[in-house]
Nanobody, 124 residues
Framework: QLQASGGGLVEAGGSLSLSCVAS????????MGWFRQAPGKERDFVGS????????YYADSVKGRFTISRDITKNTVYLHMNSLKPEDTAVYYC???????????????????WGQGTLVTVSS
């Protein structure tokens, strides 16, 4: 199971950090991904990382502003968001894959486990 939290209301230019706590069969998780879904839009890739010290990937729209970190001891993955923009407003979801994703880390169909989502609202 995945539990995302940390969403809220923030002004443009502000920062916010989301957490995703994994429980259960965490040993089977390989890539941990973050996706977001704005009202009326599809769920888009934000970033992905492995539990180990592997590469981290980001969508172009958030590169340089968002950072993924992980704390294996707490089974937690974080999404640190800086320089937030109104267009970052969305429900943010964390997800886990049970196989390592080397090229299709941005394909939401490759993630088999999903958290419930947490709303981030950025005011202008």
């Amino acid at each position: 199971q995945l539990q995302a939290s940390g969403g809220g209301l923030v002004e443009a230019g502000g920062s916010l950090s989301l957490s995703c706590v994994a429980s259960g069969r965490t040993f089977s998780y390989s890539n941990m991904g973050w996706f977001r879904q704005a009202p009326g839009k599809e769920r888009d890739f934000v970033g992905s990382s492995t539990w180990s010290t592997g590469p981290t990937y980001y969508a172009d729209s958030v590169k340089g502003r968002f950072t993924i970190s992980r704390d294996i001891t707490k089974n937690t993955v974080y999404l640190h968001m800086n320089s937030l923009k109104p267009e970052d407003t969305a429900v943010y979801y964390c997800a886990a894959s049970t196989g390592y994703l080397l090229r299709d880390y941005d394909d939401r169909a490759k993630y088999s486990h999903w958290g419930q989502g947490t709303l981030v609202t950025v005011s202008s």
